[in-house]
């Protein structure tokens, strides 16, 4: 394990991958850059994904991985998890649902993209984060970090930095968001699901609520503002 700062890359697009990312702790997300430098982030990555799990079965990366926020991460190499999925059938039936489940969010990136009103656009990454981070343990007291600056948002959902602006004024004047410090807390999750037609079957989780009531261990780290 080792401690990433922000904004770093655990690697980069033609690089060779020898080693599987794993990350604990923080974001991170994938990202191409276009010939006019323009970023486009096609997928956040949060406590508890692969990075990379099944691509480093190829020759080189065809697209970055970097940190958004600090970040925990572990490198397993790569002989590690072929003796896993040699010997382990069960741990490699997982490997196969976190790919298919990667799939299944990128295709409602697109749907996102391509088939929303860019203002549910960023509403609708907001309750897949919750989700996701609930699977996980990071929600609470209906809150979650939320690192992102309003240009991974452009970056992320196709829109400039002034639509993002202008859709999370919306956001927060409807009463659904508060977003504080680079926390992000959801007053009413019903109204925000109606809001953007969120619907979570293609997360594949079980079992999971929205706004376990905790105390917030991290809303006053320096790594979240």
Known sequence: MRE????????QEGEA???VHLILDGFACRYKVL???RRQI???LVPGDFCNLNVFILDQMDHNIGTISPCQVVHIPRTAIDGITAHHP???????CCALVDAAVLREWLVNLGGRPPNQRIAHVMCELFMRLEAVGRVMD??????????????????????VNRTMR???SLGLITLKR??????DVERLKAYCGFAPNYLHLRNTRWGERRTLPWADSAQWG
């Open 142 to 163: 209906e809150s979650i970090a939320f690192p992102f600056t309003q240009t991974d948002l452009a970056d992320s959902m196709g829109l400039s930095n002034v639509h």
């Open 182 to 187: 680079r926390v992000l807390t959801i007053h």
């Open 35 to 37: 010939p006019n430098g």
């Open 170 to 172: 919306e956001l927060k």
């Open 4 to 11: 990433v700062g922000a904004h770093v890359d655990l690697i």
């Open 90 to 96: 069960n741990i490699t039936h997982a490997f196969w």
């Open 17 to 19: 991958p020898e080693n």
């Open 42 to 44: 096609m997928a956040y």
